[in-house]
Every structure is written in structure tokens, then in C-alpha cells.
């Protein structure tokens, strides 16, 4: 990861909505860097409900992320001399959903529960932003074809994906390298994900935009 001069962080978080490729990354960074993965939650027993739009189930499902986000970071933080950190969250995101599927009351309630936890979660050293078109996002959900995606529809996808963009807009927290993937797949052509390693091995400071080339 690291040139002569250059210092990788050691704590990295890779974000951005579904099917952008946060997990695969975040995989591949972890191994070349010999860090621990902190994974995101994947088995939120509420989601089901949720998608089947159950009265109180965002609720629920917002509650159950928020406190397990919060317990794998607290349990992973890193300390001098440990392995760097790699995770595919960063726990700042899950005011995001939070914004997005409860009502008004709810989110009263939840930002209570966000504003005590948030201070005791240290920021990363630096957060990757992967971005892509909600109609690019579409067509990778659809080839996917995971069961637990198959009720996510083009409108809520478009929704998640303008919300990123908001919220990295203002982002400042850490420092930022905003990839757009739209053109690549750094999932399927190795090609693409060469590149964006190579970028990768550079410092970034402040927020920074790196756009690949893409097939030619």
C-alpha cells in the first residue's frame, strides 16, 4: 500500500450505496495492508419486516443497526501498534437510512440514542467514497439477484444514492476520496481495480476526486 514516503493510514473506511463495490474493496484493502475487516451488519433480524413495510419495522431495523455499527467499532478501535483497520461502514452513514425511512417522531427518538453513542466512535484516517448513477446501481442489483435486494425498488435506489451525495457533499470529518465508479467495475475487470490501488498508494488530504478512465 505505502510508498517510501508515504504513511498508509491505519484506519480506512470504505462507504457508498449498495452494490458500488464498498465490500469487495474493502476486502481487497484489508488483505494487501494485513488489516481486520470490521464488516457492517448483515444480519439485522428487522429487515424482513421492513421491506415488507410493517408498521414500526424501520424503527426497529434502524435501532438494531445503530447500536450494532456502534458495537463492532467500539470492540475494533484500533490501538498503537495493531494491525491497521479496514472496515465497509462508516457509522456517521446511519443517519443516512435514518433520514430517509422514519417519520418525524422516530427521529426524535433515534438521534437521542445517535448523539450519545456518535462521540465515543473515533473518525477514520480516511473514508472512500464510492459513488455511481442510481440507473448503474439498477442494472448491479438486478445481476446480483440477491433474494434479500428483491424488493428494493428504482426510486427507493435513487433516493439512497442522492442521500450519499448530500451527505458527502458536506462531509469534513476525515479526510475524503470521492471515486466514481459509474464507468468502472472494479469488481469484474482487474483492469480497473489496478488503477484504483494505484491511487490508493498516494496520500490524500482533505476531500479529493479520482476519476478512472474506464474501457477505452
Known amino acids: 500500500m505505502a510508498g517510501p514516503t508515504f504513511k498508509a493510514p491505519r484506519h480506512i473506511v470504505v462507504e457508498g450505496p449498495i452494490r458500488v463495490g464498498k465490500s469487495t474493496l474493502a476486502r481487497i484493502l484489508a488483505e494487501r495492508m494485513h488489516a481486520r475487516r470490521i464488516f457492517d451488519c448483515e444480519d439485522n433480524p428487522f429487515l424482513a419486516d421492513f421491506y415488507d413495510e410493517k408498521p414500526g419495522a424501520a424503527f426497529r431495523a434502524q435501532m438494531y443497526f445503530l447500536y450494532e455499527r456502534h458495537r463492532r467499532l467500539i ?17 456517521e452513514k446511519d443517519k443516512i437510512f435514518a433520514y430517509i425511512n422514519l417519520d418525524n417522531e422516530e427521529l426524535k427518538l433515534y438521534e437521542r440514542y445517535f448523539d450519545m453513542l456518535a462521540p465515543s466512535v473515533p473518525p477514520p484516517e480516511l473514508v472512500i467514497y464510492l459513488q455511481a448513477k442510481p440507473e448503474v446501481l439498477l442494472k448491479r442489483v438486478s445481476k446480483k439477484a440477491d433474494p434479500s435486494e ?18 458527502f457533499f458536506r462531509y469534513s470529518a476525515s479526510n475524503l476520496l470521492v471515486v466514481d465508479t459509474s464507468e468502472i467495475d472494479f469488481v469484474e475487470r482487474n483492469q480497473d481495480l489496478q488503477e484504483l490501488l494505484r491511487r490508493l498508494r498516494q496520500p490524500v488530504k482533505g476531500t479529493q476526486y479520482f476519476l478512472p478512465l474506464g474501457q477505452a
Open 150 to 167: 428483491a424488493e428494493v425498488s428504482p426510486e427507493y435506489l435513487e433516493t439512497v444514492a442522492n442521500a450519499y451525495e448530500h451527505f
Open 75 to 91: 470492540e475494533s478501535r484500533p490501538e498503537d501498534g495493531a494491525a491497521p483497520i479496514v472496515s465497509d461502514f462508516l457509522f
